[in-house]
RNA sequence: GGAGGGGUGGCCGAGCGGUUUAAGGCGACGGUCUUGAAAACCGUUGACCGUUCACGCGGUCCGGGAGUUCGAAUCUCCCCCCCUCCGCCA
């Protein structure tokens, strides 16, 4: 029952297979700091079994030092070629003989190419080591082996009691002609709905209600393209381990986006802001599009878990030391959408066991629904940390100061509207069959009710 | 789909095998001058990896990859992206 927005980084953590994206610039694909990992194994392995997984660090040392001696060792090689060729010129230049020394620099050459092949290779085990684990999750959340574990921080809002029986989403929508699954399924497939009417037009109603909301509060709106190539699949953490969640299509290849966080945050990929640009905070609607293997027989009725279905998003790009302030701000900025469609919910905050691969921190709201009798997921707002922004190689730099520094990436549902329909529906449903509009909302849908 | 043009430092733009350790310009920053500013003049001006307590030193980076060579931004091959025109289509 959590597993939705971030369905994709809980999926179970497969083989790395050493994937190399077809790619025109190099990505930069490590995860974890790897000069952290190197110098604090024993720390590192110790915060990733909060986790309940466990990482043998013996061979990439190993493989660590390896590397670094054929660095400083075809780098040492490297400079005394560049000096002797300086000679080589000036020889040439002065019509003077240089065959002993270009004679010398052929074995030289040799040898660096032999070190380079043997760099790369070190280099591959190495990543390949680092992409495989997942981020420490930040002090503040809760150790726990799985999602029984996970705490709820505050509930808003009291359930509403009925004097019928509450209905499930899918029952009232069928009442009302406003959901129809039956020719979904005729015109693609299971796990898809035609909205229809009033459904229709609830769908955009709070597409823009949300949308409006959220720019209200300094959120830019950006309307991404929704096919994506490989190497902003890679940067996000998509691809490699999960590619098997991914729509994808076949000539050329692209990738459907499981969520907008995935063009959204490259963004700014191989970026280098400046701080004073910072905090950025972007707003998107897109559809989404998730395979949902592995799912099967979960929810395989109603609108809960789709293969596509329409989100709007919250991004933020943010300096280290503001980003779990962020992430508050972020998380009440979605259960504002909540509060104002007047949606009883939860805020649990996801322990270790069952936060996401590149979360360090993950709050999910859930919405109360009245047909299931349960606190479901609405939307997961998250903290990654430099994680991503290593992997997709987003950095600031400081005004003033020389260097770069990662920037810290969060972002979170503000909402999926699919689960926004249902929880209206089942909330707002009447002993007559039809269902009222949050008065927030009817602005937008230009009515007071449905039916 | 067809034909052509192009990808060089924050930006513009030269370079087409060895004084390029990437010319020159713009911008930015620091300084001189000035009551202050502008102008002028002088200087500085990236990223990443390794090494160092530090100053620094070394290496790599001219769209990506592979190759030729003692030596590649410069030559060869493959790939990617952008632009222009034609065709087709929303």
């Given at each position: 029952?959590q597993?939705f927005v971030h369905a994709l980084?809980c999926?179970?953590?497969l083989?790395v297979?050493?994937?190399?994206?077809?790619?025109h610039y190099?990505?930069?694909?490590t995860?974890l700091?790897?000069?952290?990992?190197?110098e604090?194994?024993?720390k590192i392995?110790?915060?990733?079994?909060?986790r309940?997984?466990e990482?043998?660090f013996?061979?990439f040392l190993?493989?660590?030092k390896?590397r670094?001696?054929?660095?400083r060792e075809?780098?040492?090689?490297r400079e005394?070629?560049?000096k002797?060729s300086?000679e080589?010129a000036?020889?040439k230049?002065?019509?003077?003989d240089a065959s002993?020394?270009i004679?010398?620099m052929?074995?030289?050459?040799?040898?660096i190419?032999?070190?380079?092949e043997r760099?790369?290779n070190?280099?591959q085990?190495?990543r390949?080591?680092?992409?495989?684990?997942?981020?420490i999750?930040?002090e503040?959340t809760?150790?726990?082996?799985d999602?029984?574990?996970?705490?709820?921080v505050?509930?808003?809002?009291q359930?509403?009691?009925?004097?019928?029986?509450?209905?499930?989403?899918w029952?009232i929508?069928?009442?009302?002609?406003?959901?129809?699954?039956?020719?979904?399924?005729?015109i693609?497939g299971?796990r898809?709905?035609?909205m229809?009417g009033?459904?229709?037009r609830?769908?955009?109603?709070?597409m823009n209600f949300?949308l409006?909301l959220n720019t209200?509060?300094?959120y830019?709106?950006?309307?991404p393209?929704?096919l994506?190539?490989?190497?902003?699949?890679?940067g996000?953490?998509q691809?490699?381990k999960?590619?098997?969640e991914?729509f994808k299509?076949a000539?050329?290849?692209?990738y459907?986006i499981?969520?907008a966080?995935?063009?959204?945050?490259?963004?700014?990929?191989?970026e280098?802001?400046?701080?004073e640009?910072?905090?950025?905070?972007y707003t998107?609607y897109?559809?989404c599009?998730r395979r949902e293997?592995?799912?099967?027989?979960k929810?395989?009725?109603?609108?809960?878990?789709?293969h596509q279905?329409?989100?709007v998003?919250?991004?933020?790009?943010v300096?280290?030391?503001?980003s779990?302030?962020e992430?508050e701000?972020?998380?009440?900025?979605a259960?504002d959408i909540?509060?104002?469609?007047?949606l009883?919910?939860?805020?649990m905050?996801?322990?270790?066991?069952?936060?996401g691969?590149?979360?360090a921190?993950?709050?999910d709201l859930?919405?109360w629904?009245?047909g299931?009798g349960k606190?479901r997921?609405i939307?997961?707002?998250s903290n990654?940390e430099?994680f991503q922004a290593?992997?997709?190689?987003?950095?600031f730099?400081?005004?003033?100061k020389?260097?770069t520094?990662?920037?810290?990436?969060l972002?979170?549902s503000?909402?999926?509207i699919?689960r926004?329909?249902v929880?209206i529906?089942?909330?707002y449903?009447q002993?007559?069959?039809?269902?009222?509009?949050p008065?927030?909302?009817?602005?937008?849908?230009g009515?007071d009710k449905?039916?």
């Open positions: 029952m597993r980084e999926a179970p953590v083989a297979t050493g994937y190399v994206a077809g790619t190099a990505i930069i694909i995860m700091d790897p000069k952290l990992v190197r604090n194994p024993e392995k110790q915060e990733l079994q909060k309940n997984q990482f043998d013996g061979p190993e493989i660590e390896q670094l001696s054929l660095v075809s780098d040492e090689l005394n070629r560049n002797v300086e080589i000036a020889l230049r002065r019509k003077q002993t020394l004679e010398q052929q074995g030289v050459a040799t040898r190419k032999e070190l380079e760099q790369k070190t280099e085990k190495a390949e080591f680092l992409l495989a684990l997942p981020n999750p930040h503040s809760p150790v726990g082996k999602e029984t574990e996970n705490v709820e505050r509930k808003w809002g359930p509403r009691e009925f004097d019928f029986p509450a209905l499930n989403h029952d929508a069928e009442v009302l002609g406003i959901i129809d699954f039956d020719r979904a399924a005729k693609a299971a898809f709905a035609v229809r009033a459904g229709a609830l769908e955009r109603a709070l949300m409006d209200s509060k300094g830019t709106e950006v309307f393209p929704i994506v190539n490989a190497e902003s699949m890679t996000t953490g691809l490699p999960f590619e098997m991914l299509t000539d050329p290849l692209f459907l499981p969520t966080e995935v063009p959204v945050t490259n963004l700014h990929r191989q280098i802001l400046e701080e640009k910072l905090p950025i905070k998107a897109t559809p599009f293997a592995g799912s099967y027989g929810d395989t009725r109603g609108l809960i878990r789709q279905f329409n989100k998003e919250m991004v933020k790009f300096k280290p030391e503001v779990y302030n992430l701000a972020l998380t009440n900025d259960e909540l509060r104002k469609l007047e009883p919910y939860r805020v905050a996801l322990c270790t066991g069952d936060i691969f590149s979360s921190k993950t709050y859930e919405v629904l009245p299931q606190y997921e939307s997961s707002c990654f430099d290593r992997r997709a190689d987003i950095r730099r400081r005004t003033g020389k260097g520094e990662y920037v810290h990436t972002n979170g503000g909402l999926a699919g926004t329909v929880a529906l089942e909330n449903q002993k007559d069959g039809t269902v009222t509009i008065d927030a909302l009817r602005p937008y849908f009515a449905i039916g």
